[in-house]
């Protein structure tokens, strides 16, 4: 990520030069033959900081934060910080020709990726982080699919924001669920815990209405967002595809957090804490709100989502309805959503990855570096004075041979 960050420097000072301001707002968009270099600096930089394959795997290592950082930083703002730096630039970057299929090919990736990690994990907080992955490679398919100018551009826009606010409350809400099930079991593993919901009914409810937002049930703003991304991929069958793998990751991560440990099996913990009815505050606002801004969506859409598109650059005077009607992005949705949960009910891993992960050897790479290191340290750092004048010399000597 800090390669990343110092790539997007270099590429946001070549934009402000090019663009004579430093003010986004004022930002021009640049001609077709604009320079290529500043959309791949930005978006390496975007990429990193937004946990995109194949920098995806830094951000299931930060879930060793408390679960209330984890939640706030790495579920809702964070992480979705270089996807709206992106969304900011679309109007300045977009006329590139390279905009929509760098953006749909990394972010499809992403997605199928988060998808193939959900599979093999039971931990539930390397299962929230995965499909935070997911979401946000999401949220660059979409912005890849939003520059086209017909209505396939305008639902790719809207599934954007809606997306963009949903995931933030149900994930948000499910981080701190996942958090309160550890404090009472003093466990993480998904599959291990059965029988919570007798005697932790309000948190079974509370993670309830996170996983129907999640699944994208109607009346919730998760509905919203993926009617609205299914729509987007009318007739693009990869389109489609990426979707379907996204909400069939979330209706899986949903089934093993809000089912599967509440409502199967014996009880498993039967020693489990009683949690203090504050502690479920802030879930509780969290997944009510997603509830609330979906059955409210003819308010709160022009209200909110509306402002949200126009600061990325869309003239959005868009109406929002609860439930459009019987479509065939219902019936799709409906049929992944049922697939989802019985993809999660049906598959339960024994053991975690079993196969080496880019974490895995992101380790490796790192243990080696010491000895790699000291091989030009032997002769750098020698112990002999005159080499050490030499060196500086020499370098002085060739920057200014250079210069002149």
């Known amino acids: 990520t800090g390669a990343g960050g110092l790539a997007m420097l270099v590429g946001m000072v070549l934009l402000a030069q090019s663009q004579g301001t430093w003010r986004i707002s004022e930002f021009r968009a640049m001609d077709s033959a604009g320079s290529p270099a500043i959309f791949w600096l930005i978006l390496a930089g975007c990429a990193t900081k937004s946990a995109q394959f194949p920098f995806h795997f830094w951000l299931p290592n930060a879930m060793a934060a408390p679960t209330p950082v984890s939640a706030f930083l790495h579920s809702a703002t964070m992480v979705k910080a270089g996807v709206f730096l992106l969304a900011r630039l679309r109007p300045t970057l977009e006329s ?6 760098a953006l749909s090919m990394m972010g499809g990736a992403t997605v199928l990726t988060a998808l193939i990690l959900v599979f093999w994990h039971r931990d539930l907080k390397k299962l929230l982080a995965y499909t935070t992955i997911g979401a946000l490679g999401m949220l660059i398919f979409l912005l890849g699919l939003s520059g086209d100018t017909g209505k396939m551009g305008e639902y790719a ?10 995931h933030a409350l149900y994930k948000g809400a499910f981080f701190l669920i996942a958090g ?12 291990e815990i059965t029988g919570l919901g007798r005697s932790h009914p309000m948190l079974a409810f509370v993670a309830g209405l996170a996983a129907l937002s999640s699944v994208g049930l109607v009346g919730f703003l998760g509905f919203q967002g993926k009617e609205y991304a299914l729509l987007a991929g009318t007739g693009n069958l990869l389109a489609l595809a990426v979707v379907a793998t996204f909400a069939i990751g979330g209706g899986l991560v949903a089934t093993r957090l809000a089912v599967i440990p509440f409502w199967t099996g014996p009880v498993s913990h039967p020693e489990a804490k009683p949690l203090p009815w504050i502690t479920l505050l802030a879930p509780g606002t969290l997944a009510i709100a997603g509830l609330g801004l979906g059955l409210g969506i003819g308010t709160f859409g022009p209200q909110i989502l509306n402002p949200a598109a126009q600061s990325i650059g869309t003239v959005a005077n868009w109406d929002w309805i609860v439930f459009p009607g019987f479509n065939w992005a219902f019936f799709t949705g409906l049929a992944l959503a049922l697939l989802s949960i019985g993809v999660g ?13 880019l974490n895995d050897r992101w380790h490796t790479l790192i243990a080696q570096i010491p000895a790699l290191a000291a091989i ?3 002769w750098i750092q020698g112990g002999r004075l005159r080499d050490y004048f030499a060196m500086l010399f020499g370098l002085i000597t060739a920057t200014i041979l250079l210069v002149m």
């Open 180 to 191: 309160l099930m550890d404090k009472a079991t003093g466990s993480r593993d998904a599959l």
């Open 96 to 101: 590139q020709p390279e905009w929509g299929p």
């Open 345 to 357: 009910w049906v598959w339960r891993p024994q053991a975690f990855a079993p196969f080496p992960t």
């Open 376 to 378: 030009p340290s032997r």
């Open 157 to 166: 826009q809207k599934a954007f924001v809606a997306l963009l606010v949903g």
